[in-house]
C-alpha cells in the first residue's frame, strides 16, 4: 500500500502558518508528499524546502484571483495538489497548512488504510478536530466549529475538492467514509491579533468582491478575540511537531471559560449536546459506509 500527501500554501511567512510543522506531521504516514506552493510575496517556496525531506515534491502554482465567489481558489488549487500525486498510491492524505495531525492518530490511520484498501465501498476517512481559538490553551467548544471532516481519501481522480476546500464529493455526492478516531488539530485561529486581522482581511478577498471588502472594512480591521461565544481550557497534550513553535509563544490570551455568549437557541443545542453527545442539525460533509 502506498500513500501520498497533499496540501497548498501560498504566503506562508507572511502570515505564519505553522505550514512545517502541518507537513511534517503527516510524513510519516506517507510515502510522498505534494506541495502546491502558490505564488507568492514572501519565502514560503524556500520554506517548504527547509523540511529536507525526501519525500516532498513541490509543484509550483498561480492562484486565480478571479475566482473569489465561496473560496472556490482554494478548491481549484486542492484539486491541482490531488491530481499531482502517484498514481500508484492507494490513499491521499489531504492537510490544511494550519492543521496537526496528532501522533497519537498515526496508527489509527494505517490500520484504517490497510483495513479497507481493497474495499471500493469506502472511498475515504474521517478525522477529528479540536480547534484552537487565541492561544494553545483554549478550544473553541461551540456548535459551529465542525467536529469531525474527510481528510483522508482514496485516489480516485472522480472525487474531487468541495467549495472551499473544506472537504470532497465524487460526481457532487457525499464520500462513504469509516471513522478513524485520529484528532487533527486546527491552529488557524492561535495568533496574535495583528496577525488575525491580517489574515482575516487576506481570506476575504478570496471570498468577497473589493465593493464587499470597502464595506466591511471597518468590521475587518477591528477584530477582537473577546467576541467569541465560548472556549474551554485544553487539557492535552499538542502534537510533538508543534512543541518548538509553541514554547517560542510571544504573546498573552487571557479568558474567562465560564463566560458564554450564546444566543438562547444556541444556549440549549449546546447544552443538548454536553448532555447527550447529539449535536441536532449538525452538518456532516460525507456519509458513514456501512
Known amino acids: 500500500m502506498k500513500v501520498s500527501g497533499f496540501t497548498i500554501v501560498r504566503n506562508a511567512v507572511k502570515y505564519d502558518y505553522p505550514v512545517v510543522e502541518s507537513i511534517s506531521s503527516i510524513l510519516p504516514l506517507c510515502d510522498e508528499v505534494i506541495v502546491a506552493v502558490g505564488d507568492s510575496e514572501d519565502g514560503t517556496r524556500a520554506l517548504?524546502?527547509?523540511?529536507?525531506?525526501?519525500?516532498?515534491?513541490?509543484?509550483?502554482?498561480?492562484?486565480?484571483?478571479?475566482?473569489?465567489?465561496?473560496?472556490?481558489?482554494?478548491?481549484?488549487?486542492?484539486?491541482?495538489?490531488f491530481d499531482a500525486i502517484s498514481p500508484e498510491s492507494t490513499w491521499a492524505i489531504y492537510i490544511q497548512a494550519d492543521e496537526v495531525l496528532h501522533d497519537d492518530g498515526f496508527v489509527k490511520l494505517r490500520d484504517?488504510?490497510?483495513?479497507?484498501?481493497?474495499?471500493?465501498?469506502?472511498?475515504?476517512?474521517?478525522?477529528?478536530?479540536?480547534?484552537?481559538?487565541?492561544?494553545?490553551?483554549?478550544?473553541?467548544?461551540?456548535?459551529?466549529?465542525?467536529?469531525?471532516?474527510?481528510?483522508?481519501?482514496?485516489?480516485?481522480?472522480?472525487?474531487?475538492?468541495?467549495?472551499?476546500?473544506?472537504?470532497?464529493?465524487?460526481?457532487?455526492?457525499k464520500l462513504r467514509v469509516k471513522l478513524t478516531g485520529a484528532t487533527m488539530y486546527h491552529y488557524g485561529w492561535v495568533k496574535p491579533?495583528?496577525?488575525?486581522?491580517?489574515?482575516?482581511?487576506?481570506?476575504?478577498?478570496?471570498?468577497?468582491?473589493e465593493e464587499w471588502m470597502e464595506?466591511?472594512?471597518?468590521?475587518?480591521?477591528?477584530?477582537?478575540?473577546?467576541?467569541?461565544?465560548?472556549?474551554?481550557?485544553f487539557h492535552?497534550?499538542?502534537?510533538?511537531?508543534?512543541?518548538?513553535?509553541?514554547?517560542?509563544?510571544?504573546?498573552?490570551f487571557d479568558f474567562d471559560p465560564t463566560q458564554k455568549k450564546f444566543p438562547p437557541l444556541s444556549k440549549l443545542l449546546n447544552w443538548l449536546e454536553k448532555r447527550t453527545g447529539i449535536l441536532p442539525g449538525e452538518y456532516r460533509n460525507y456519509k458513514i459506509a456501512r
Open 193 to 209: 491579533p495583528e496577525f488575525i486581522r491580517s489574515k482575516l482581511q487576506y481570506f476575504h478577498t478570496l471570498w468577497h468582491d
Open 112 to 173: 484504517a488504510m490497510l483495513k479497507w484498501e481493497s474495499d471500493q465501498e469506502v472511498e475515504g476517512f474521517v478525522v477529528d478536530y479540536l480547534h484552537f481559538y487565541g492561544s494553545y490553551d483554549f478550544i473553541a467548544d461551540s456548535r459551529k466549529w465542525y467536529r469531525k471532516e474527510v481528510r483522508i481519501i482514496r485516489n480516485d481522480k472522480k472525487i474531487r475538492s468541495y467549495k472551499d476546500a473544506q472537504g470532497f464529493r465524487k460526481d457532487g455526492q
Open 215 to 233: 464595506k466591511n472594512k471597518a468590521k475587518l480591521e477591528s477584530f477582537d478575540y473577546s467576541g467569541i461565544d465560548s472556549l474551554a481550557l
Open 236 to 252: 492535552g497534550k499538542h502534537p510533538s511537531t508543534m512543541q518548538n513553535r509553541i514554547s517560542g509563544k510571544n504573546w498573552k
Open 48 to 81: 517548504i524546502e527547509s523540511i529536507g525531506s525526501p519525500k516532498i515534491r513541490i509543484i509550483d502554482t498561480l492562484w486565480d484571483d478571479s475566482l473569489r465567489k465561496g473560496g472556490k481558489v482554494l478548491a481549484v488549487e486542492t484539486n491541482k495538489a
